[in-house]
Structure formats: C-alpha cells, structure tokens
C-alpha cells in the first residue's frame, strides 16, 4: 500500500501505471499481479487501507467526552492547515473521488467511507444527546451537514486559492452545532 501511495503521489491517477507501483515495490511486479487484477483493484485496496487507518486513528484519539470528540472532529475534519504530506493526502483522495463519477467500484468505496464517517459524527451527536450534554436533535441529519460542509470545504481549498474557505466552513459549522444542539465548540 504504501509504494501505490508513492507512486500515485508522483503520477497522479491518469499517469499511474503498474509499472510505476512496482518500480516503488521491493518485490516483483508479477506479485502485484498475482493478488491485483488491475491498477483500480489496487487503488480500491489502498482506499480501504487509508479508510482502516483514519478510523484506527479516531478509535485512539476519541473517547475523551461528547464534546471534545466533537470538536476532534470538526479539527480533523477541516483543519486550518494542511502539511505538505496531508495535502497530498487529501489531493489524491479528491483525485480518486473524482473516478466515483464514471467508475461504479469507487462511488462504493466512497459511499462506504462517508457512510462510515458519517455514522461515526452521528454515534457522537447522539452520545451527547444522550448523556444530556448536547440538546435534542437529529444525529443523522447533524452528521451529513458536517461531513457535507467539510467535504465541500476540503474541495474548495485544493482546487481554488480561496484558503479562507475552510476557516469561513468551521465558524459557520461551529454556528449550526452551537444552534442545534447548545454547544460552543
């Protein structure tokens, strides 16, 4: 997974080969065909990797409270920054999201991870309900705005030079979390 990554990060979708993945891998490029019928199998797998590995990181940074959990969130969500290697990150997710709109396996992938992500937004919205921290609401509904915003948000910044966007997406998510369910973040 990782030489894909490498080799995805220096030739883009659209130039990526096989080749190129193999010439970042310490075995043979026959290995990489004997378990990946093609390029996108490969991609697809590094996706569920990435996906495993990013909900690895929130099992051991959340736990800490409602509201912090909420606010880790929002923070991975839609940071104020992004270092060279996360815009890189974010740059070939948006990247491989983009083949979601002709490719059937990706839009799965992709509806699984916001599907994920979103449950996961929605678990903590209505933890919080439920321990009476944050006031009655929808989760579900809380959850997509979120995921929808910061999507959007994250969107905006790789493709515009419009950097305050995000900070302009947190302060009005910040907003709508505060008005739906009593809670300044």
Partial sequence: MQATYRALREHGYSD??????AAEFEKSKSLIYYHYDSKDDLLLE???YATDQLFE????????????DLRYLLTLLLPQSLSAG???AQQIL???????????AYRVQFTRFD??????????????????????????CIADHVLATANGAALQRLTTHRDQGVEYARRGLEG?????????L
């Fill in 16 to 21: 990526l080969a096989v080749t190129d993945i």
């Fill in 46 to 48: 590094l996706l569920t």
């Fill in 94 to 104: 948006f990247e491989l999201r983009a083949r979601a709109l002709v490719d059937g």
């Fill in 115 to 140: 599907e994920r992500l979103s449950r996961r937004i929605e678990d903590v919205v209505a933890g919080g309900i439920t321990a009476g921290v944050f006031e009655t609401a929808d989760p579900a």
């Fill in 176 to 184: 709508y979390l505060a008005a739906e369910l009593g809670v300044s």
């Fill in 57 to 68: 990181n929130l099992d051991s940074n959340t736990g800490q409270g409602h509201h912090d």
């Fill in 86 to 88: 996360r815009h890189d």
